[in-house]
């Protein structure tokens, strides 16, 4: 009996892990989400982002950075390839935008509408309407050479839209 009870929620386990892992797919997202591009216009990405967040009742969470930064890289390293549930959650919960940030296009005229970030990678977390609800410097999300699953997961939980 016990191992028949141990089956059950081992499957169940399976299946709802997997649900969150399968709630996104990556080649369906726009290019603003999967890279940071020098030659992007933030603003009217950021109008696309908004709208979708809109559509979807979620939030943008705005990924300052650049393909030049360490911290970026394995911020994608960490999200893509160790934690894909974790992704899974940010994509249900955010339109994700790739702002670069970096000597070949400061952004400084969107970056402007800001706080100051101290360093990159920097989040911005916007309601669909635009209104800037928080900013976060990501060195407190670090852990070692990479970053903190508990710690990056207690953010984007934090600052997930209300889905009641």
């Not at 893509?80 to 070949?104: C, S």
Request: charged share 25%; hydrophobic share 40%; with cysteine.
């Amino acid at each position: 009996m016990r191992i028949v009870g141990f089956s059950l929620f081992f499957m169940v386990f399976l299946v709802l892990s997997g649900c969150e892992k399968a709630s996104w797919n990556e080649k369906d997202l726009p290019l603003y989400s999967k890279t940071y591009a020098p030659e992007h216009d933030p603003e009217a990405d950021l109008e696309f982002a908004l709208k979708e967040a809109e559509e979807t009742q979620r939030r943008v969470l705005i990924f300052v950075g650049g393909n030049w930064c360490p911290w970026c890289r394995a911020l994608d390293q960490f999200l893509m390839q160790e934690k894909p549930a974790l992704n899974a959650f940010l994509h249900r919960h955010y339109v994700l935008l790739k702002v670069y940030y970096g000597k070949e296009n400061y952004n400084r005229n969107f970056l402007s509408g800001f706080p100051l970030m101290p360093g990159t990678p920097h989040f911005y977390v916007l309601e669909a309407d635009g209104t800037l609800i928080h900013s976060q410097p990501t060195e407190v999300l670090e852990k070692g050479r990479s970053y903190d699953g508990l710690k990056l997961r207690a953010f984007l939980e934090k600052w997930a839209p209300d889905q009641s």
